[in-house]
């Protein structure tokens, strides 16, 4: 059974700095493209970065580009998105979401970790 | 920048059909999916890859399309479908997924 486990999130103030987690279990971690996505309060969902399955080739959303990093320790089965430059509109729940294969679909989900960017 | 188009909302009583619509120019070149996000809960996968349901998901929820339109149809709805539906595909050049702005349906 695929699991996906979110950890990181916190309360902060803008221009923080944070570091997010994603521990996976369940399927060979190193054979699939990962995603972030968020989903701000009481808004729709937002996809906000992935990365390839060896790490080669990563992209974000314009929204965060240039100020949240992707990466991930395939000997730790891990994924991380490092947060920098934190807005109030950063505030939503952050998801992990194992890609499809040879597709722009997530096919599992965590059950996110929440990030609250406030004065 | 990219967008695909959904309904804010759809309304059905128990035992219809419900269909949800998605469009958006690039979706004849990309595959479509479609998750289901009850209250509090992570999103669920129940079409990907346009037409194909997960052996978890009851046969009951469908997946078509006709040019830039993509729907997903649940047939018989049941109290439990109620729910908020997002489509999600990727722009033309295949890189960066897209979602829609998300469908409440509701049982009545």
């Known amino acids: 059974e695929v699991q996906l486990v979110e950890s990181g999130g916190v309360v902060l103030q803008p221009g923080g700095s944070l570091r997010l987690s994603c521990a996976a279990t369940?399927?060979?971690?190193?054979?699939?493209?990962m995603h972030w996505v968020r989903q701000a309060p009481g808004k729709g969902l937002e996809w906000v970065s992935q990365?390839?399955?060896?790490?080669?080739?990563?992209f974000y959303a314009d929204s965060v580009r240039g100020r949240f990093t992707i990466s991930r320790d395939n000997s730790e089965n891990s994924l991380f998105l490092q947060m920098n430059s934190l807005k109030t509109e950063d505030t939503a729940l952050y998801y992990c979401?194992?890609?499809?294969?040879?597709?722009?679909?997530?096919?599992?989900w965590g059950q996110g970790t929440p990030v609250t960017v406030s004065t | 920048s990219y967008e695909l188009t959904q309904p804010p909302s759809v309304s059905v009583s128990p035992g219809q059909t419900a269909r949800i619509t998605c469009s958006g120019d690039?979706?004849?070149?990309?595959?479509v999916y479609w998750y289901q996000q009850k209250p509090g809960q992570a999103p669920v996968v129940v079409i990907y890859?346009?037409?194909e349901r997960p052996s978890e998901i009851p046969e009951r929820f469908s997946g078509s399309r006709t040019g830039t339109t993509v729907t997903v149809t649940i047939s018989g709805v049941q109290a439990e479908d109620e729910a908020d539906y997002y489509c999600?595909?990727?722009?033309?050049?295949?890189?960066?997924?897209?979602f829609g702005g998300g469908t409440k349906l509701t049982v009545l």
């Open positions: 979401g194992k890609g499809d294969s040879s597709s722009s679909g997530i096919v599992s």
């Open positions: 369940g399927f060979t971690f190193d054979d699939y493209t």
């Open positions: 990365i390839s399955w060896d790490g080669g080739r990563r």
């Open positions: 690039a979706l004849p070149k990309q595959y």
């Open positions: 890859k346009d037409t």
């Open positions: 999600q595909s990727a722009d033309i050049s295949g890189t960066y997924p897209v």
